[in-house]
């Protein structure tokens, strides 16, 4: 089976930085496509950024130049590193991952993480 697991989420004053991870295991295979996801109170998970295999990053409009999405696929991991955050990046991080698994069969399917919280305080 595989497993996401985010860390490095917490609470941080307006300004601050965090650095979240995404630690991927299990019969993994490869893993294509990456991404941070986040959802507030009361609305709808949000995508944050992605990044390919390759390393190419993609963000949404909201944190382009705050952020940074980075791999490590040796590692079957991902980061993302959150700088001079703002109230309203509070809420739970998401990473998903498109994984390839050879056993019992293979195939390709989407996994998410259980969600880390990030709080900034104004």
């Known amino acids: 089976q595989v497993q996401l697991v985010e860390s490095g989420g917490g609470l941080v004053q307006a300004g601050g930085s965090l650095r979240l991870s995404c630690a991927a295991s299990?019969?993994?295979?490869?893993?294509?496509?990456m991404g941070w996801y986040r959802q507030a109170p009361g609305k709808q998970r949000e995508l944050v950024a992605t990044i390919t295999s390759g390393g190419r990053g993609n963000y949404a409009d909201s944190v382009k130049g705050r952020f940074t999405i980075s791999r490590d696929n040796a590692k079957n991991s991902m980061y993302l590193q959150m700088n001079s955050l703002k109230p309203e990046d509070t809420g739970v991080y998401y990473c998903?991952?498109?994984?390839?698994?050879?056993?019992?069969?293979?195939?390709?399917?989407?996994?998410w993480g259980q969600g880390t919280q990030v709080t900034v305080s104004s």
């Open positions: 998903k991952g498109r994984v390839v698994i050879t056993t019992p069969v293979s195939s390709e399917s989407d996994y």
């Open positions: 299990g019969s993994i295979f490869s893993i294509g496509f």
